[in-house]
């Protein structure tokens, strides 16, 4: 079985600070990686999505993936009360194209 | 342009009853999903298709779940009869294209605003 695996949280992070957040994927296969945020009550939106080892940046968000250590992570600079969300990584395996999302951390921004 | 549209948004019924649920995927986009998210889970892939064909149903339950995509268009789930532990949200998305040749942006997901399914 397929796995993506992320800390569920909470994490709990100062207004101002940067937030964190890791994703594991078991499939060495996998090619393609996404971060969708997700508020209570609503669906997933897409933040962020990284194909190549290295670091992506799009504002204030930064995805790192690392393919031989099977990581990726989510980087959140400067963190706002209204990132506080739900952050979904998900994997897609090419070959068998197969969709896999982990469960979720749940990060909380303080003011 | 037009989003994921899915219908009903909120369902009540009872162990036993039937029950389903219509998608319309963002138009022109080949690739339809129906997700399963249990409260406090992360999204659980129940059937994709590929335009009007079944790229993947391993984690549907077939006894009691069921999904068409008939003209590669709008797509229905239905469950029948319903659990109590069927009680969860439905999320449809789609996605321009999810190939075999390499990543790429076609393969990013949109998701409806899904239907709330209680069972009691």
């Known amino acids: 079985q397929k796995e993506v695996e992320q800390n569920s949280g909470p994490l709990s992070v100062p207004e101002g600070a940067i937030a964190s957040l890791n994703c594991t994927y078991s499939?060495?296969?996998?090619?393609?990686f996404f971060w969708y945020r997700q508020y209570s009550g609503k669906s997933p939106e897409l933040i962020m999505s990284?194909?190549?080892?290295g670091d992506k940046e799009d504002g204030r968000f930064t995805a790192q993936l690392n393919k031989a250590s099977q990581y990726v992570s989510l980087l959140i600079r400067d963190s706002q009360p209204s990132d506080s969300a739900t952050y979904l990584c998900?994997?897609?395996?090419?070959?068998?194209?197969?969709?896999?999302f982990g469960t979720g951390t749940k990060l909380q921004v303080i003011p | 342009e037009a989003g994921v549209a899915q219908s009903p948004r909120y369902k009540i019924i009872e162990k036993r009853q039937s029950v389903a649920f219509w998608c319309n995927p963002i138009?022109?986009?080949?690739?339809l999903y129906w997700y399963q998210q249990i409260l406090g889970q992360g999204p659980k892939l129940l059937i994709q298709?590929?335009?009007?064909?079944?790229?993947?149903d391993s984690q549907l339950p077939k006894d009691r779940f069921s999904a068409e995509r008939l003209k590669g268009v709008d797509s229905t789930l239905k469950i029948q009869p319903a659990k109590l532990e069927d009680s969860a949200v439905y999320l449809c998305?789609?996605?321009?294209?999810?190939?075999?040749?390499?990543?790429?942006?076609?393969?990013?997901?949109?998701f409806g605003p899904g239907t709330r399914l209680l069972v009691l």
């Open positions: 499939d060495r296969g996998s090619q393609s």
């Open positions: 998305a789609s996605s321009f294209f999810f190939g075999t040749s390499g990543p790429s942006l076609q393969e990013t997901q949109y």
């Open positions: 138009s022109g986009h080949a690739t």
């Open positions: 990284i194909y190549s080892n």
């Open positions: 298709f590929q335009n009007n064909g079944v790229v993947d």
């Open positions: 998900a994997v897609n395996e090419k070959l068998y194209q197969k969709v896999t």
